[in-house]
């Protein structure tokens, strides 16, 4: 069985069963407690295990699970703004390592800040003790640490807000790690809708399936269909999918692995759509490149 | 010389101004005068801040003599509006149903003048355009239903009136433009739901705005209503109305047979070859008058009906309340208990206007019998001799049987309609929506006044951090009077005590640091507080101060 899902069941385990309901009431020191046993907001890459799972949380609706590029793990993420953000972490090439809902602990810590600055340390609206504090994201860059908190724009204005991150920003300038906030506003959607439309391909079953001389043919004929500029990426797949006997959505599935495994570099800063042309692709493979320009 | 119509005067007027040209702020609607001279595109919170209005209120006039403060409950119904989600979502279609319909308009476009004139009526009269297919409508306009009372016209009204109603254009960059474009137009339906009625309201209502002679002109014969309709699609074209509002259109159910669909035939034509987007408001009465021609013609537009329910008893109904709460003259202010919510939700049903209604009759009650405060069972008193002639209409709701609810036409929730919204999804959109508004305005009242005082308090020169201290201790401890006026002076004798040796000593420093610029310290607090005292957003000053991070910073 996967690990991923030994972990869901542990987490099950730990609500004390899979059909009782989500949360259930619990001082809250023995619940910092279990969880920090449970390994939260411990360890890295595969081993992290989030402070806070989707399943923690009064459900917004938009919570989604993902299966990480870096860290082979699932990621919780609680909203449509922490996704986007999530998404270009992943893009990016210099970050190793990504911890979502990084917990800040130990809580007196917290707790301490607060009362030194006169603020109401975040509390849980139903039993009214004070709860963990979390930082959305937690990126290693190398061997650097930076923290990433998310919030919509709107929001800055609520003094309240404000408070609460004054608390996580003393915390972490204690520990010399940078803190900012992302907001929606500096957040470039077209290269998020590329990202998340190639994300989940990037472990495509079908490279090993096919191996890679099919794969590779797969490329060559797509490549020497979109040269001509008025074919859509659509339909130059499909020609793929007909000359090779492939399931259709098989070469285009093809395509979108080939973007997220950066072997083609395309403009991201453009929508992708499989109803247009696909154009500036940069092959790294110079042989492949040559056979595309019908060289 | 008489009409046989007495115009009625039911319509809503807005102000005229002179053209000013924003950044259109997308590029599809750059370049036409009749987009760039909208106020811009708001976002969701400016949207609320827009909208929200609330009564003078001054805890003192609680002292005064019974019949003035009976005159300050007035205020309510005048002056009293809480944004809720569905507000942000009529506002946002409105803003995108006017610039949609302006795309295929474009005054600077030879001969638009002519073309749309003669188009608009050669299609109205004869049912087909003599010289192009102008405009290829992608807009059309929706339906607005809902049970009356729940504050249909009261929201659009606000909606409407954060727009210019008449724009005068003179000069458009290099082109001379002589053209006064009308934004929107918001009139009833008439009581017999008669077209000619409805022109006639029309033209005067366009004399009224521009001064014209349009009334004189065209209605003083005896025009039939076929001449008149060509005609008026012609005004709205060449006057580049830009949405027309037809309110009460349940009336259109009392007109005779065959009016009521040949109105609707009309405004689905004005849609189709003027491009001009109509909206209809109605209760559900008008349901299966819209069911027929004109709801074809908002199909495939991507706007579906505006359903407009009865509140639930949720957190946006308690947020509703809360709002309502703060403004009682009673001797004694009542608290706001879960026993308030839930008889007022039991009463009103959940229905916006009853509800503020009966807040202010119970108020009424309370003064007038010097009860001191209000109780749940003077809201229930009240409610049984007050609103006695909805009873049968509230006891359907609340019995929940649809075969009951049914009779009461006009306070009918059907459930036919609910197919055109995914109902989780617009659950969702709520959710977010009211935690939006709600740091927006701020939930908790006190936020709000501590930083008003607090920044008063920046303003007279105190250091931000004590500042915001002593508006905070002030505020708690005088939880009982926060409305008075003198919480500003009590914050500054607690701030002058803290800081006589920080900041008495050493007023210079203060000053000359904060024209220096928001990064005096880097506590966020004192970041936004300054910035806001500067009229900066918490984004801006954030960002000023390089807490914002550019979420590609990782990227090559």
């Known amino acids: 069985m996967d690990k991923l899902d030994y972990w869901g069941l542990m987490i099950n385990d730990y609500k004390g069963g899979i059909f009782l309901p989500k949360r259930k009431r619990e001082s809250s020191l023995t619940q910092i407690e279990k969880r920090i046993k449970e390994g939260r907001g411990q360890g890295y890459l595969h081993d992290y295990i989030p402070w806070l799972l989707i399943q923690d949380v009064p459900s917004s609706g938009r919570a989604t699970r993902i299966r990480g590029w870096k860290t082979n793990r699932i990621h919780h993420v609680h909203s449509d703004l922490e996704r ?23 809580i007196e810590e917290t707790l301490s800040i607060a009362e030194e600055l006169n603020i109401k340390h975040p509390t849980d609206p139903k039993s009214t003790q004070p709860i963990v504090i979390t930082t959305d994201f937690m990126i290693s860059v190398g061997n650097r640490e930076i923290a990433r908190t998310i919030k919509p724009s709107s929001q800055l204005d609520s003094h309240r807000v404000i408070e609460k991150f004054e608390i996580e920003r003393r915390y972490w300038a204690k520990r010399n790690i940078d803190w900012g906030i992302v907001t929606e506003v500096d957040i470039p959607k077209i290269l998020i809708q590329n990202i998340e439309w190639v994300h989940k391909e990037r472990h495509n079953e079908d490279v090993h399936h096919l191996g890679p001389y099919i794969v590779s043919g797969i490329e060559k004929i797509v490549l020497e269909n979109l040269s001509d500029a008025h074919t859509s990426l659509a339909s130059a797949t499909s020609i793929a999918d007909d000359k090779l006997g492939l399931e259709p959505g098989t070469s285009l599935a093809m395509v979108r692995h080939f973007i997220a495994a950066k072997r083609w570099k395309v403009n991201m800063s453009k929508p992708i759509l499989p109803s247009q042309p696909l154009d500036e692709i940069i092959i790294e493979n110079e042989q492949l490149r040559n056979s595309a320009m019908g060289g | 010389m008489s009409n046989a119509i007495t115009p009625s005067n039911s319509i809503f007027r807005g102000l005229s101004v002179e053209a000013y040209y924003y950044d259109p702020q997308l590029e599809d609607y750059a370049g036409n005068p009749l987009l760039e001279a909208l106020p811009p595109i708001w976002d969701e919170a400016t949207a609320v801040r827009k909208m929200a209005s609330r009564p003078r209120f001054n805890v003192n006039e609680r002292n005064l003599p019974t019949h003035l403060r009976l005159h300050c409950v007035q205020r309510i119904a005048r002056d009293y509006f809480q944004p809720l989600s569905t507000h942000i979502e009529l506002e946002q279609r409105i803003s995108r149903l006017i610039r949609d319909g302006y795309i295929g308009r474009n005054p600077l476009e030879p001969n638009y003048a002519i073309r749309a004139r003669n188009d608009a009526h050669d299609l109205i009269a004869y049912g087909e355009s003599s010289l192009y297919p102008i405009n290829n409508p992608s807009s059309s306009g929706f339906a607005i239903v809902g049970i009356s009372g729940i504050g249909k016209s009261s929201a659009l009204n606000r909606v409407m009136s954060m727009y210019p109603q008449v724009i005068m254009h003179s000069k458009y960059k290099e082109h001379n433009l002589s053209l006064y474009q009308i934004v929107w137009m918001k009139m009833d339906c008439p009581q017999d739901g008669s077209i000619k009625g409805l022109c006639i309201n029309f033209f005067q209502a366009i004399d009224q705005m521009l001064g014209t002679n349009y009334h004189k002109k065209h209605a003083g014969g005896r025009r ?93 109904w308690d947020f509703f309340l809360q709002g309502l709460w703060k403004f009682q003259w009673t001797n004694n202010k009542a608290k706001f208990t879960d026993e308030i919510k839930e008889t007022m939700y039991e009463e009103s049903q959940g229905i916006t206007d009853i509800a503020i209604k009966l807040f202010m ?196």
């Open chain 1, 84 to 106: 986007s953000y999530y998404y270009i972490l992943e893009w990016s090439d210099i970050v190793t390592d990504i911890r979502e809902q990084f917990p800040l602990l130990p």
């Open chain 2, 224 to 316: 039939s209503v076929d001449e008149l309709l060509p005609i008026m699609a012609q005004i709205a074209a060449v006057h580049c109305l830009g949405v027309l509002i037809i309110d009460e259109i349940q009336n259109l159910s009392e007109a005779k047979s065959g009016g009521g669909l040949r109105m609707l035939n009309f405004f689905v034509q004005l849609v189709n070859t003027i491009g001009l987007p109509v909206v209809v408001v109605g209760t559900f009465k008008a349901l299966p008058i819209l069911d027929g021609e004109f709801r074809n013609a908002r199909r495939g537009t991507g706007q579906g009906d505006l359903i407009w329910d009865r509140m639930k008893n949720d957190d946006e």
């Open chain 2, 361 to 556: 009759l119970s108020q009424w009650r309370a003064i007038d019998t010097d009860k001191g405060c209000l109780t749940p069972s003077i809201i229930k008193s009240v409610a049984k001799d007050r609103l006695q002639l909805l009873q049968p209409a509230l006891k359907a709701l609340k019995s929940g049987d649809k075969s009951k609810i049914a009779k009461f036409g006009d306070v009918y929730a059907s459930l036919s309609v609910m197919d055109y919204i995914d109902e989780l999804e617009a659950k969702h959109i709520q959710e977010k929506r009211l935690e939006m508004i709600k740091s927006e305005l701020g939930f908790d009242p006190n936020v709000l006044i501590i930083k008003q005082i607090a920044n008063w308090l920046i303003d007279a020169g105190i250091e931000p951090a004590v500042a915001n201290a002593a508006a905070e201790i002030t505020v708690q401890e005088h939880q009982q009077a926060l409305e008075d006026i003198d919480l500003n002076q009590l914050a500054l004798k607690i701030a002058l005590a803290n800081s006589k040796v920080k900041t008495v000593s050493s007023p210079p420093k203060s000053t000359r640091e904060r024209k220096r610029g928001i990064r005096t310290g880097e506590d966020l607090r004192e970041i936004t507080s300054l910035g806001q005292a500067k009229k900066l957003s918490g984004y801006e000053s954030l960002k000023l101060a390089g807490y914002i991070k550019d979420p590609n910073e990782f990227l090559a």
